[in-house]
C-alpha cells in the first residue's frame, strides 16, 4: 500500500534537486541510489533516494490547475534543518516553469 503525506514544500529556482528532511523521509520506505549532495542550508550529507514520488499543483494555459506527478530520486538532508525543497528537478518533469511576482509575494508553476 502506497502512503500518502501532505507536505509544504518551498520552491527552489536554484536547487537542482528537491530534498525532503530526514523526518519526512523517515514516514517512507527509501532506498539508497548511491549518490550524495550538499546544500546550502540543513548541512552536508544529504543522501540521494528513490521511492518517494511528489504530487504538485501545475496551472495549465487555461489557467485551470491540473495534478503533475514525478518519480524522480529525492535528496534526504541528514537533519530536520531548513524545510522541504521542490528543486527545478521536479518542475522541468512536470514540463512546467516558476512564474511570480516579488512585489505581490504571489507565484505558481505553469506549464
Known amino acids: 500500500m502506497k502512503k500518502t ?3 509544504e514544500w518551498l520552491i527552489d529556482t536554484g536547487a537542482q534537486l ?3 528532511t530526514d523526518a ?3 514516514k517512507f520506505d527509501l532506498t539508497p541510489v548511491g549518490g550524495s549532495a550538499s546544500g546550502t542550508t540543513g548541512g552536508g550529507g544529504i543522501i540521494v533516494k528513490s521511492g518517494l514520488s511528489t504530487v504538485i499543483q501545475v496551472f ?3 489557467g ?3 495534478a503533475a506527478s514525478c518519480h524522480k530520486d529525492i535528496g534526504v538532508k ?4 531548513g524545510g522541504e525543497i521542490i528543486g527545478m528537478d521536479r518542475i522541468y518533469d512536470a ?3 516558476v512564474e511570480w511576482d ?5 507565484g505558481r508553476i505553469r506549464r
Open 5 to 7: 503525506e501532505s507536505v
Open 18 to 20: 528537491s530534498v525532503v
Open 24 to 26: 519526512t523521509g523517515a
Open 60 to 62: 495549465d494555459t487555461s
Open 64 to 66: 485551470v490547475s491540473v
Open 78 to 81: 541528514p537533519n530536520n534543518a
Open 95 to 97: 514540463n512546467a516553469s
Open 102 to 106: 516579488p512585489g505581490a509575494g504571489l
